[in-house]
């Protein structure tokens, strides 16, 4: 998956959260920066506002919640082993 403000970059995307990967070498890639939840077709970044954890895209705000919390969770894990294989 593209996403335009980082033409660069690769984009890998499974249900609400995506990822950036950049190449790492010759034969090789590496995550850039952390998986993010997808707004619209952009990625939101996750931060605390009045107490609360939640994903934010310019005026969008998703409130995190303990299932997407282990969404973001299976997608890290899923995308760290096959970068690992």
């Not at 890639?29 to 310019?58: D, H, I, Q």
Request: glycine share 8%.
């Amino acid at each position: 998956m593209a996403f335009p403000l980082y033409a660069s970059a690769i984009g890998v995307r499974r249900g609400s959260f995506a990822a950036l990967l950049m190449p790492a070498g010759d034969a090789a890639l590496k995550v850039m920066g952390e998986p993010c939840y997808v707004v619209g077709s952009n990625l939101a970044v996750r931060t605390r506002r009045k107490g609360r954890e939640v994903f934010v895209w310019k005026d969008k705000t998703i409130e995190v919640t303990p299932e997407l919390l282990e969404e973001l969770a299976r997608f890290s894990a899923d995308l760290a082993a096959l970068m690992a294989a």
